[in-house]
């Protein structure tokens, strides 16, 4: 039994992946393997099988391209203009993930041409993914403020130093070392390890890993890694 009277729409899912590789961050893109746009620079995509709720979609997309499952990935919001694609009408709700570049760089599918891009050097996108990209940005940004979000992207040990390059990659600005470095080791989100990073200094910076299980209690509380003038206005 259908409704009757009624036009059938496609639904895709386009996942926003992004990683940081300790100096920038990368956005991970394939090239169009059919047409219209073939070749061109896209978001990974596809269409949501009849079997599929959106959020299983999402998670089969992500782990054909990258071998990935159980990683973060959180629903965007949907785009919807009628003409978006010239082919038919396609309705296609974006997902945002975050992924430690380093740790599955072999796992990315070479059938799709997979490349990352920093995202300050972003190639011609193809029908409004550009505006995907931008909006994933702008609530990322927001989100990360008051939330240890971008811990995702950390490799398994890091410093602090490039904990703090990178929310200052994110939000292009220079934050104050001894505020930021209070702040975070007053969260208890951290484990100091016995080892240093010695790869830029004689005196090396302590490594620190993720406490997995305060991580997971207190992923949704406010923290306030940054000075709210560096949060931008009006997103929610």
């Not at 961050?25 to 059919?34: A, H, S, V, W």
């Not at 949907?78 to 599955?104: C, N, T």
């Amino acid at each position: 039994m259908k409704y009757s009277n009624q036009t059938r729409l496609l639904v895709a899912v386009d996942c926003i992946i992004f990683g940081f590789d300790g100096t920038d961050y990368k956005l991970l893109l394939i090239q169009r393997g059919f047409a219209p746009e073939r070749e061109k620079w896209s978001l990974m995509g596809g269409f949501v099988q009849p079997e599929e709720s959106l959020d299983e979609a999402a998670e089969r997309i992500l782990k054909q391209l990258t071998g990935l499952h159980e990683v973060y990935m959180e629903e965007m919001q949907a785009f919807s203009q009628p003409d978006r694609d010239p082919i038919e009408r396609v309705i296609a709700v974006a997902y945002v993930a975050l992924i430690d570049i380093e740790k599955y760089q072999t796992q990315i599918n070479d059938d799709f041409h997979a490349r990352w891009y920093s995202i300050k050097e972003l190639p011609n996108l193809i029908f409004d993914h550009k505006k995907m990209v931008e909006i994933a940005l702008t609530k990322l940004r927001y989100k990360a403020a008051f939330h240890p979000i971008l811990f995702e992207l950390l490799p398994e040990k890091f410093t602090l130093p490039q904990l703090q390059a990178m929310y200052e990659g994110l939000y292009d600005t220079k934050i104050d070392k001894r505020n930021f470095t209070r702040k975070v080791l007053s969260t208890k989100l951290l484990k100091k390890e016995n080892e240093k990073d010695k790869s830029s200094s004689k005196k090396g910076a302590f490594y620190y890993s993720l406490d997995e299980d305060h991580y997971k209690e207190n992923f949704t509380n406010i923290h306030n890694f940054i000075p709210r003038n560096e949060i931008p206005a009006g997103v929610e």
